[in-house]
């Protein structure tokens, strides 16, 4: 026997450290276990970006402005530094006249969502806000709800923080089961012993779907590869991410802006090196003299509809699902409403975003990237997701 | 001259032994797992200079036998590389190999 606890949570990313520290917050009694350390996955692996403004439909837009809204006490709260910023974000430069009537369509709708404000820049405003953006630039997508912060110390600042109020960590850890009886979690199985508990909360990243299958689920996740080429540390360019880009606190500036899926392949391709980079200089020539020193892939949670897993199962009580992308933008608000769904508080923002949805029939493709999804994929992730194996319970 | 918590292990940012520690605790055990915490090894040398140092302390500090330790993980560019390089297009494009 590894531990008892109340809860245990699959995956010390983004999302499972913040359920780990909301929990504990609460005295709830947590064990947090990963296969490697702490943002180890996806978390690990990405830009750190706080992103309200790209996220239609309006649902999502208004969960992930909830979450940006958390995040200037939580530093506070945490006791460490997350180097979160907000207020100074490009979501998208415009390089084409051709895009900007869409851009600015696609502002006037963001911007219903209520506390969202979304708008066009011109070239000038936007070069006021960001000198060294190139004299070519159209337009620029701008929201001050946007912002950015360390992904390490997010998860770092959640864990240290569960932990001194009691919840325990168990990196370089396996899960290989999860037991239930007659319908209920009572244990999680490990290569280091088992945790005895009645909740157990999967926030596994791309590994959902195997902790899924665990319990007999079909989580129609899949994952989508991102690559970034970070440089070296630069004097102050940036105000604030720009498009593609966003400069760390050290100086580095990451660029990253691809999509693909390849399955579970964290390789780098030159394609995607060349493409990451000559968006760059062309959004900020001044960054042709500046050196890449490192490349890297990470891969993306993609629910197959784009949009946050979230909340218990029908037929198993105890197992509670946590995922999706945009784990930087969602970890505060996912840690709290898990942590309210787990604790018996009603979350009506859960119902929108239950596995459930699937096999219900109460989802959409998103348009966008749905053909290269498709290609790859074809429709076998969906109908295994809307009749799961074994049928519902 | 004696070690302590401020003595600095990597040179690149900055990193010291104390830092180091704190992750250790945490169970940290492989150098990438220290240098997500604490940034030691993502500077410009990529952790060339530190990882003995680096890994002296996960054996010593953290317990790991030496038979268990795995190297930094280890992406390109091997060298920094500028982007105009980078993204230059024909005829002056880096003989890089086709895709994949």
């Known amino acids: 026997m590894l531990d008892t606890s109340d809860v245990a949570v699959?995956?010390?990313?983004?999302?499972?450290?913040?359920?780990?520290?909301?929990?504990?917050?609460?005295?709830?009694?947590v064990a947090l276990v990963d296969r490697g350390f702490l943002a180890t996955g996806t978390t690990g692996a990405t830009m750190g970006l706080i992103n309200v403004s790209g996220k239609p439909p309006?649902?999502?837009?208004?969960?992930?402005?909830a979450s940006a809204r958390l995040y200037p006490d939580l530093a506070e709260a945490l006791g460490v530094d997350l180097e979160?910023?907000?207020?100074?974000?490009?979501?998208?430069?415009?390089?084409?006249?051709?895009?900007?009537?869409?851009?600015?369509e696609y502002a006037k709708r963001q911007s219903r969502v209520p506390g969202v404000d979304v708008r066009v820049l011109d070239t000038y405003e936007a070069r006021q806000m960001a000198p060294e953006l190139s004299p070519d630039i159209i337009g620029a997508v701008y929201c001050p709800q946007d912002g950015h912060l360390n992904p390490f110390r997010l998860a770092w600042g959640f864990i240290t923080a569960a932990r001194r109020l009691g919840a325990r960590f168990y990196p370089h850890t396996r899960v290989t089961g999860i037991r239930t009886t007659q319908s209920r979690v009572t244990a999680v199985v490990t290569t280091a012993g088992e945790i005895s508990t009645r909740t157990v909360v999967n926030a596994a990243g791309v590994e959902v779907p195997s902790i899924g299958e665990m319990v007999g689920l079909s989580i129609p996740v899949v994952a989508s590869r991102g690559q970034i080429v970070t440089t070296e540390a630069l004097p102050p360019l940036f105000p604030g991410p720009i498009d593609s880009m966003r400069q760390t606190r050290t100086g580095s500036v990451l660029i990253g802006t691809t999509e693909?899926?390849?399955?579970?392949?964290?390789?780098?391709?030159?394609?995607?090196?060349?493409?990451?980079?000559?968006?760059?200089?062309?959004?900020?020539?001044?960054?042709?003299?500046?050196?890449?020193?490192?490349?890297?892939?990470?891969?993306?949670?993609?629910?197959?509809?784009?949009?946050?897993?979230?909340g218990?199962?029908?037929?198993?009580?105890?197992?509670?699902?946590?995922?999706?992308?945009?784990?930087i933008t969602l970890s505060a608000i996912t840690g709290q409403l898990i942590a309210d769904a787990i604790l018996r508080r009603p979350t009506v923002?859960?119902?929108?975003?239950?596995?459930?949805?699937?096999?219900?029939?109460?989802?959409?493709?998103?348009?966008?990237?749905?053909?290269?999804?498709?290609?790859?994929?074809?429709s076998t992730i969906l109908a295994r997701a809307v009749s799961p194996a074994g049928g519902d319970a | 001259m004696e070690r302590s918590q401020d003595t600095v292990v990597c040179r690149c940012e900055n990193?010291?032994?104390?830092?180091?520690?704190?992750?250790?605790?945490?169970?940290?055990?492989?150098?990438?797992?220290?240098?997500?915490?604490?940034?030691?090894?993502?500077?410009?040398?990529?952790?060339?200079?530190?990882?003995?140092?680096?890994?002296?302390?996960?054996?010593?500090?953290?317990?790991?036998?030496?038979?268990?330790?795995?190297?930094?993980?280890?992406?390109?560019?091997?060298?920094?590389?500028?982007?105009?390089?980078?993204?230059?297009?024909?005829?002056?494009?880096?003989?890089?190999?086709?895709?994949?």
């Open chain 2, 15 to 100: 990193v010291t032994m104390g830092e180091i520690s704190d992750v250790l605790t945490a169970g940290a055990k492989t150098f990438d797992d220290i240098k997500r915490v604490t940034r030691a090894g993502m500077g410009i040398c990529q952790g060339r200079i530190c990882e003995c140092a680096v890994t002296d302390l996960l054996m010593r500090g953290g317990g790991v036998p030496p038979t268990e330790i795995s190297p930094r993980s280890v992406r390109p560019p091997v060298r920094p590389i500028t982007l105009d390089v980078l993204g230059a297009s024909e005829p002056d494009a880096l003989p890089l190999p086709d895709e994949a």
């Open chain 1, 84 to 104: 979160f910023e907000s207020g100074q974000s490009i979501l998208e430069v415009i390089l084409d006249p051709a895009d900007l009537p869409a851009a600015h």
């Open chain 1, 58 to 65: 309006a649902e999502y837009t208004a969960l992930s402005l």
């Open chain 1, 312 to 327: 218990g199962v029908s037929g198993l009580d105890g197992y509670v699902i946590a995922t999706g992308h945009s784990g």
């Open chain 1, 10 to 29: 699959i995956g010390a990313g983004a999302r499972g450290s913040a359920i780990a520290y909301y929990l504990a917050r609460e005295g709830v009694n």
């Open chain 1, 260 to 310: 693909e899926f390849v399955g579970y392949d964290t390789g780098v391709t030159t394609r995607a090196l060349r493409q990451n980079v000559r968006r760059a200089v062309r959004i900020m020539p001044r960054l042709r003299t500046a050196r890449a020193i490192r490349c890297w892939a990470g891969l993306r949670p993609w629910p197959v509809d784009g949009l946050p897993i979230m």
């Open chain 1, 349 to 378: 923002a859960l119902e929108s975003f239950m596995l459930d949805r699937f096999s219900e029939g109460r989802f959409h493709f998103p348009v966008e990237g749905f053909r290269a999804f498709r290609r790859r994929y074809g």
